[in-house]
């Protein structure tokens, strides 16, 4: 079970990605808050507490989707770590982009992991228990927000 002092934001536009992610978190017995932005820009104004959105509490594991309106995923971790608020937030890739320079832009931007969405059903499952031992495991620093 994760700390429940861990926020958990799901950055994706796609509501059958979300819904496998949460059903995940519920399977793995994740019972830390979970968020949802549909796209980056909802993404950044939640974790700021801007746009009438009620700020997240950090610290805050992201699970974003690189493939989004808006804002994608590359410019939201651009955004992200410009931010010194939320530059530390951990940040998990699952999308269903496989490209090299993808892969290469996401870890200049210091993620955690990347994980594609091959195989909806297993990619999830991994990715959910690769969330959950990360949290289990690595010290997240305090809020300062």
């Known amino acids: 079970m994760f700390s429940e002092t861990v926020s958990i934001m799901i950055v994706d536009d ?5 819904r496998a992610i949460q059903r ?3 399977q793995q017995r994740i019972v830390n ?3 949802v932005a549909s ?16 700020r ?8 974003l989707d690189l493939n989004m309106p808006r804002m994608t995923g590359l410019e939201f971790l651009e955004a992200l770590r410009g931010d010194d608020n939320l530059a530390n ?13 993808d892969k290469i832009a996401a870890y200049k931007h210091h993620i955690a992991g990347y994980v594609v969405k091959s195989d ?5 499952l991994k990715a959910v228990q690769m969330v959950q031992k990360y949290v289990l ?3 997240f620093p305090p809020d300062h927000g």
């Not at 909806?120 to 999830?124: C, E, K, P, R």
């Open 14 to 18: 796609d509501e059958v990605d979300v």
């Open 24 to 26: 995940g978190l519920r």
């Open 33 to 35: 808050p979970v968020f």
């Open 39 to 54: 796209d980056g820009q909802q993404g950044l104004d939640m974790l700021r507490g801007e746009q009438g959105h009620e």
């Open 56 to 63: 997240i509490p950090q610290p805050a594991l992201i699970v």
């Open 89 to 101: 937030s951990i940040v998990f890739i699952l999308t269903s982009s496989n490209a090299d320079e």
């Open 120 to 124: 909806a059903g297993v990619s999830f």
């Open 137 to 139: 495991c690595v010290q």
